[in-house]
């Protein structure tokens, strides 16, 4: 669909736009802001205006953020990182959730450049900004306390250590996801719920399974067609690097990865496994799961470390190389290794992590002085809070859940460039 690319959950989606009834499989604030822009213009137009319009809206302010220096254009070329690139076309909730997220995070960080204060009504349309970011990704709420914590912040008049601050941030803190629970079980009609949750749980018993070479399954969620072969057959995990296609040497798209996905599982027209369909069975695949956890911990953890390393290495370009070069293989290969070196995202993310040390660090000599120290803690402190969520709740491995982390580390650069000078000026002056 035109304008912009829709994932096959964005389709799910729309249709429940379209449709006026919803599940909590997805969550349903999308789908219902979704159905009002399409009153206005019929389509995933107004949908793809908005998320991009949340983009250059965050542009803007971090140019604002550091307009004193002659390195603030840069962010203009923040939209062709190949990271951001890639998928900032595309209607979709993680796409939603990140750049709702960065106009939040960059507009703090305009005010936190001249220690602005905040009024009431920039408050309530950051907080619905926010709310909105967070209500259509589930694992959003493990990240939305910071820019809330932030938020407080300012309000606060930049002092953390004050009763105002804690007094704020709580009352923050209980209101957002107060309404954020209202919004997702009371606001919305027609919610059907799905137990989406047991679909992770699935892949973790399947995983830990073949691990050990034991079926931990309930005999429920076990279909008729189901055994430990075919199991290991849909489940597929074969290291990556072994599916070789014999022509021209080149790797089979179509075999990658596909281990690291539950949809083979459970949601194909032959599946082996089913979630539980009533109070019961929900507690017994939930207990299966503890168990097993608790019985195979390394196992456990060799699987969710083998899926989050998919998420962070997957070159999320690499199906387009056998579209367009399926008939030269030096070409073929060198575009492979191309992508390979710029496409993953696990060189950005352990970036992050050195971000968000270093800023910590920073504040820590210099305090608020150094104030760019600030926003490279606070974005970064948001992406990596999704990569270690991720770790423990995805069901995929797939790169397309760390965009937030992407969108936040890459607008990062600037500070952490401006910090590192702060710092190291801070320091001839402080030795002199």
Known sequence: ?????????????????????????????????????NQIIPGSGMMFLLHLALLYG???????????????????????IPQIFFY???????????????FVASYLSCLTSGKGR??????????????????????????????????????????LYCKQFIKTFSILLFSFYLVLHCINYIFIPNVQKTYGWQFV?????????????????????????????????????????????????????????????????????????????NEVERKE??????????????????????????ILIYPSGFKYINDFLTNNSVLYWIATVGVYL???????????????????????????????AIPLVCFNAVGLSMVLVLFFCSMAGTSRYTYITMCMVHASHIFAYLCFNYFKNYNVNTNE
């Open 118 to 159: 905040i009024n009431w009504h920039q408050t309530i349309i950051l907080l619905i900004i926010l709310l909105y970011g967070t209500s259509i990704k589930f694992q959003a709420q493990y990240s939305a306390f910071i820019l809330l914590g932030w938020i407080a912040y300012i309000i606060s008049n930049y002092n």
């Open 342 to 372: 710029i496409m993953p995202n696990l060189i950005p993310t352990i970036l992050s992590f050195i971000y968000f040390v270093f800023g910590i660090f920073a504040l820590h000599k210099m305090g608020s002085v150094n104030w760019f």
């Open 201 to 277: 749980k699935i892949y973790d018993i399947a995983a830990i399974s073949l691990g050990v070479n034991q079926d931990l399954f309930p005999g429920f969620a076990k279909n008729k067609n189901f055994s430990m072969q075919e199991l290991a057959n849909k489940f597929n995990t074969q290291p990556v690097f072994n599916k070789i296609n014999p022509n021209l040497g080149r790797f089979n798209h179509a075999d990658l990865f596909k281990h690291h996905s539950v949809d083979n599982l459970v949601f194909v027209n032959d599946a082996i496994l089913r979630k539980g369909v």
């Open 285 to 310: 695949l939930y207990l299966a799961w503890i168990t097993a956890i608790v019985k195979h911990p390394l196992a456990y953890l060799k699987h969710r470390s083998i899926n989050m390393i998919s």
């Open 58 to 80: 965050a542009i803007f302010y971090l140019i604002n953020s550091v307009n004193l220096s002659v390195s603030r254009f840069i962010f203009c070329l923040f939209p062709l």
């Open 1 to 37: 669909m035109w304008p912009g690319m829709l994932s096959p959950d964005s389709q799910t989606q729309y249709a429940m736009a379209l449709s006026g009834l919803y599940n909590d499989h997805h969550p349903p604030l999308m789908s219902l802001v979704w159905g009002c822009l």
């Open 88 to 102: 900032c076309n595309t209607i979709c909730k993680d796409v939603g959730f990140a750049f709702s997220f960065l």
